[in-house]
């Protein structure tokens, strides 16, 4: 199926269109190693509010409820309150920004925090550009590194030395114990040819195995449970 001619995509293409009407065109697409991915953001703000008044942000699950209402805001991607440090940080698109994505200024949050019972000192804040695709979407989509971590009890290095071995051992364990379960389903079937008989399977040497190659299902009487067998 061609999501392209789905009802969503189709839908997709209807909100684009009338986006690019609205806000005109722009280049909205980035190339790396001869790709190219449309991305919906391009340069961000990030602010930092500190030095909160303790009384403003309560306790911890009114800062919890304020970092909920700030995310609902439309502009506003990422918002963190922390109780214990007096901080805010949040990062959003600004007015100036070059998207077709909902904007807000940095006045209208100080103003919607005020109406939450917080008010900021102007010398209190600091605020930076971000990159989204380099930043943000990348970081996301493409990290550089994939993070582990080491089992309880270990430190990393101590894990990582560890880990081939683990790992070998794992695949040993692993075809010992494809082993032993066909060894029980000959037994099983062994002890009980009526059943192997029904479910066409026949007991050699080896796995069981029936004509086609795999081990049929048995078939399920009404009122009856059937087999609980799995094809090998």
């Not at 209807?14 to 790709?35: H, I, M, P, R, T």
């Not at 209402?69 to 991607?77: F, I």
């Not at 990422?78 to 805010?88: D, M, P, S, Y």
């Amino acid at each position: 199926m061609d999501r392209r001619e789905s009802s969503e995509g189709v839908t997709y293409r209807k909100e684009l269109e009338n986006d690019q009407a609205e806000n005109g065109e722009y280049e909205e697409y980035v190339e790396e190693n001869g790709a190219k991915f449309r991305i919906p953001y391009k340069k961000l703000k990030q602010v930092v509010f500190s030095g909160i008044r303790k009384d403003e942000l309560i306790d911890i699950e009114h800062s919890a409820r304020l970092q909920y209402r700030l995310m609902l805001l439309e502009p506003v991607l990422f918002a963190k309150v922390e109780f214990v440090t007096k901080r805010i940080t949040l990062t959003y698109n600004p007015l100036d920004a070059e998207s077709r994505k909902e904007k807000m200024s940095l006045q209208q949050i100080v103003d919607f925090l005020a109406k939450e019972g917080v008010h900021i000192q102007p010398q209190e804040m600091q605020e930076r550009e971000v990159d989204y695709y380099s930043e943000i979407y990348k970081s996301h989509f493409s990290p550089q590194t994939i993070r582990e971590h080491a089992p309880y009890g270990y430190t990393l290095q101590e894990w990582r030395k560890m880990k081939p071995a683990y790992e070998a051992s794992k695949g040993t364990f692993e075809k010992k114990k494809l082993e032993k379960f066909h060894a029980w389903q000959r037994e099983y079937l062994g002890t009980h040819p009526e059943l192997a008989q029904q479910l066409g399977v026949k007991i050699g040497g080896g796995k069981p195995h029936s004509s086609t190659g795999k081990v049929p299902k048995g078939k399920k009487d009404e009122g009856e449970e059937g087999f609980w067998f799995y094809g090998a």
